[in-house]
């Protein structure tokens, strides 16, 4: 409410909102980072009020070179403010400069308000870096500029670069000049000086007073003439600078090649025989094209063949189809670029894996057929000998004395049927080193003496156990 009754007084008395710079910044060495502008208004604004600030002509610094932002710049006063700070970076280079200025002037206000009469413009000053060593660079924008003979004029483009090679501006004087220098004649130009082209060195080139542009442009005449010839060139150079305080000659492209295409003929370039934006020169009332990588062939009319990135996958081959291309796979894969296994390929893919698998399969149950065999045999003969003792030799027998039951008798040194053992008695020992089995199905047949008779088919091998 109270913002309101001021902004009627001031409007019933015929009075208005003024904003105005409060005097000019402090000055600025290049490496201090930053410089301040402040805005006052002549009493609190009564609504947000938009201001629009602009970089004057006349300033010598370069916004967003020397300093931040476009030049441009769009602040607001808050409602009940009267002060503003506009902060801008000060960048710090390296290269050799005068002290340059900053000049702001408010343009436009809004929310009431109005421009201020007593201050609407502050000045603010980058001062010189003394530790700066590095100049401008100057160079040629191309390396060639091509021109018809018809046209009165070429115009060629200097680039300013840092050491780095970045675009920067030119920060040095106006006083900085420089000027061309022609190659003497019998040199490589085919183009004449005075007949083909104006004579570029009676004009020197005046570094310009504006700091915001990175480049600069020279015109140099083109003169008409009768005679018929091909394509013509001269070469353009830059010489030292006549007062090269703050720039310096550049390495990167200090010399062009001017081309002067001729229309006294019927030059074959004029029909523009090279398409897709190849670039025609004559040769020997012929033509020759430079093409686009993307194109080839004698008028840059021949795409590249899409076969030529090798598409087609796993021994496919690849025909070209107009813009596209079409593979042939062998049998075992399909698909548009032969990267997909068939059906029938899994199969046959398949099939020594098969193999492989059921002969491994095979020797493995060899094996385990061997080893049940070699099981069941141990455990046969383990049946045969229950107590792990040595067997006997199969063609030793022994026959047992029925008076000497212990004693084991040679079956060659008895004549007749031995005695009949004692029926309790299953098993004869050797008291001494061996013991004696005797099977435990009994005696064998009795005769009148009373002799068991042990036929030899009929006795079970006895076991010999060593003690």
């Not at 409007?11 to 502008?37: M, W, Y």
């Not at 183009?191 to 015109?219: E, H, Y």
């Not at 550049?250 to 897709?276: A, E, K, Q």
């Not at 455990?379 to 006997?392: E, F, V």
Request: charged fraction near 15%; proline fraction near 7%.
């Amino acid at each position: 409410m109270v913002q309101i009754l001021i902004l009627l007084l001031f409007i019933g008395g015929g009075l208005s909102q003024q904003i105005n710079f409060n005097g000019n910044p402090t000055d600025v060495s290049e490496n201090s980072g930053k410089i301040i502008f402040e805005l006052v208004a002549s009493m609190p604004v009564v609504a947000d009020t938009y201001i629009e600030i602009k970089q004057l002509g006349t300033a010598t610094a370069a916004a967003g070179y020397d300093f931040g932002g476009s030049g441009t710049y769009n602040v607001t006063m808050l409602i009940g403010a009267r002060q503003l700070y506009l902060i801008l970076s000060i960048y710090d280079d390296a290269l050799v400069e005068p002290a340059e200025t900053i000049e702001l002037e408010i343009t436009m206000v809004t929310g009431g308000a109005i421009v201020g009469a007593e201050r609407p413009v502050a000045t603010a000053t980058i001062l010189v870096d003394a530790g700066d060593t590095d100049r401008v660079r100057v160079d040629f924008q191309k390396s060639h500029y091509v021109t018809d003979e018809q046209d009165s004029s070429v115009t060629v483009v200097l680039q300013f670069t840092d050491p780095d090679g970045q675009p920067t501006v030119l920060n040095g004087p106006a006083t900085d000049t420089a000027s061309f220098i022609l190659p003497t004649s019998g040199s490589t130009d085919t183009a004449t000086r005075g007949v083909d082209f104006a004579d570029p060195t009676s004009a020197a080139i005046n570094f310009p007073v504006d700091k915001t542009s990175t480049t600069l442009s020279q015109t140099i005449g083109i003169l008409d003439d009768s005679i018929e010839e091909l394509t013509e060139g001269f070469i353009l150079s830059l010489t030292a600078f006549t007062a090269g305080t703050f720039v310096e000659l550049g390495t990167t492209r200090p010399v062009t090649n001017i081309l002067i295409r001729d229309n006294d003929f019927s030059s074959p370039c004029h029909s523009t025989p090279c398409l897709n934006n190849g670039t025609c020169f004559e040769s020997d009332r012929s033509f020759l094209c430079t093409c686009v990588p993307e194109y080839s062939g004698p008028t840059c009319n021949v795409l590249p063949s899409p076969c030529q990135s090798t598409p087609c996958l796993n021994n496919g081959t690849c025909f070209d189809s107009e813009t596209s291309f079409v593979c042939t796979c062998v049998p075992e894969y399909s698909g548009p670029t032969c990267n997909d296994l068939s059906s029938v390929d899994n199969t046959t893919a398949s099939l020594p894996i098969g193999i492989i698998a059921g002969s491994v399969s095979a020797v493995l149950l060899l094996l385990v057929l061997c080893v049940i065999l070699i099981v069941l045999w141990k455990w046969l003969r383990a049946r045969r000998n229950p107590s792990g003792s040595i067997a006997a030799t199969p063609n030793l027998r022994y026959v047992m004395d029925a008076s000497q039951p212990n004693t084991p008798v040679d079956p060659a040194s008895k004549i007749g049927p031995l005695p009949k053992p004692p029926e309790e008695s299953s098993k004869y020992e050797r008291s001494i080193q061996h013991e004696y089995s005797v099977p435990e199905t009994g005696p064998g047949p009795s005769d009148a003496g009373g002799a068991a008779d042990m036929p030899y088919d009929d006795v079970e091998e006895p076991y010999v156990t060593v003690i």
